[in-house]
């Protein structure tokens, strides 16, 4: 059964997990996220995926929020917090255990090891007292098609490519695939612009969403922006945050990365101008159609 896709007005989001501050490669999300909304006179909401204590920095949520003002990325209404939503998940994984699309698995990585740790066919026995996950029973004919912003057509079948991938880890904590397609709908999350990293997570997030009757947004998968050894910029791997000091500069070169080309006598001292720009001239067109683009240097 297909989603609705019913978008009567555009809402984007900037949805950033905390575990240390925006480098340039969270930058350029948040702009190009930002831009494609207020180009299209849209709403753009932030949201906190603060779902994974064991990964997440403290005060890191209050330094991305301060990153984000100091470059003039003013958000609409308030952030939301996931760590705020277990109800909302909790339901969710109620209605589709209640239709058997959902089950406990207490299958190891060692045990997934014959299928490259995908997950396509019975579950070991278990207690079903003792700590378990529970995955979503894909459907064998799941094939999902969609169009990408940037990426063009794609396609992917979901059972044989992910297998039933995980909605409640065994140590209790939500998966991103579910808390992500819950809280889309829930804000109301029209235009998804984000990480081409995030690519493949695409087919299972839409179908998780036909399960469950949720629109499915228009999503816009960007070049991730990589190191000199060809990494993705992450805090994992020790990028540096973007200076506040520098919020001009630093829009200025995000622009530039995104395949604008901003007039010489524009002022880069100044984010909101510099941003008023950019909304009169952002043209998805202008993105170079790749995976990957090098990170410029800093």
Known sequence: MASPRIHPVYTGRFAPSPTGPLH???LITALASYLDAKAQGGTWLVRMEDIDPPRQLPGAEDTILRQLEAHSLL???????????????????????HSGLAYPCHCSRQVLQDTGGLHQRSCVPGDPDQPHALRLSVPDNCLIAFTDLFQGSQQQWVKQTAGDFVLLRKDGLFAYQLAVVIDDAHQGISHIIRGSDLLDSTARQICLQQLLTLPTPVYGHL????NEQGHKLSKQNLAPPVENRRAGTNLLTAMHWLGMQPPADLPNTNPEVLLEWGISNWHRTQLPRLIQIPAPAL
């Open 75 to 97: 958000w609409d209404g308030q952030p939301l917090y996931q760590s705020q939503r277990s109800e909302a998940y909790l339901a969710a994984l109620e209605e589709l255990s």
């Open 223 to 226: 070049p991730i922006a990589v």
């Open 24 to 26: 340039f490669g969270s």
